[in-house]
DNA sequence: AAAGATAGTGAGGTTACCTCACTATGAGGC
DNA sequence: GCCTCATAGTGAGGTAACCTCACTATCTTT
């Protein structure tokens, strides 16, 4: 098997792996009644804090007018606030509601508990070396 | 760091990880004109040949109906043909064009190469390492 | 003061799914 | 052969998750 049949298996696997993840770390936020975009953008308020709708964005790798709507659905559902930037009158700080703490809290342990399961089918040793080389793919 | 923790945070670079593949997988393909749901079809169909339209969407997995979706909008680029299924009258059989096919291993060739991009910062211990902890998680 | 940049959002668009309902066809049982 | 149930594909309608462009208000720099 050569180098490229390697690396062309390999991407397509972590590809058929990470799909799986997602869709059941999908269906472990599902019964919160957030949906997936929702439930990111809340992890990164609850991580970093209140903080502009352009900087949710940016954490988000999304357009401005995206984190825009994803701060609208958050808002309609109560789990966060909008009040005005006191160091900037054109900006918005977007600021987790109790609620949405209390959401943001139980994404959290959902997503712990999926993942769990999911890398239970590995062992101790295969966790270390999975978490090493996937931080050498994280670095950009 | 206990294990709890590790999990944790192996899931959510898992995450970015596979975040960043498939934004670049993306990337990759858009030069082709077609969208990365056309081409994970056009993929199915260059490795299993002719098929029914319920049975790409088994592969896809995803709903019979979006199947039927996804096949229209490869004929409308003329990459797909659809013809009865001599075996039973009910089903379409969709089959890759001559163009289809080209374009199938267009993107057969542009996925690789950003894979090797991707992985590329990998050595050839830790490529190997990760396809055997992947095939692992693979495994349902 | 003027010019250029920035923050948020209205308007409109695409992609990628989904469910429900319907028609035509096939399979199995009597 | 007839009836019942299941199946394959697709019309209709819907949601989620983005995107670009344009605009107003505000800020920064010259």
Redesign the interface.
Known sequence: MG??E??????E??????R???HR?HESISPLGITPAQARAIGVLRRHGSMRISTLSEHLRIAPRSGTEVVDALQERALVQRSPDPDDRRAVLVTLSPQGEEVAEAVRRA??A???L??D??D?A??????R???????P
């Open positions: 180098a490229q390697d690396e062309e298996t390999l991407a696997a972590f590809w058929a792996v990470s799986r993840l997602r770390s997503r712990a999926e993942a769990d999911f890398f089918r590995l101790e295969d966790r270390t070396e999975l978490a080389i996937i931080s050498l793919l994280r670095r």
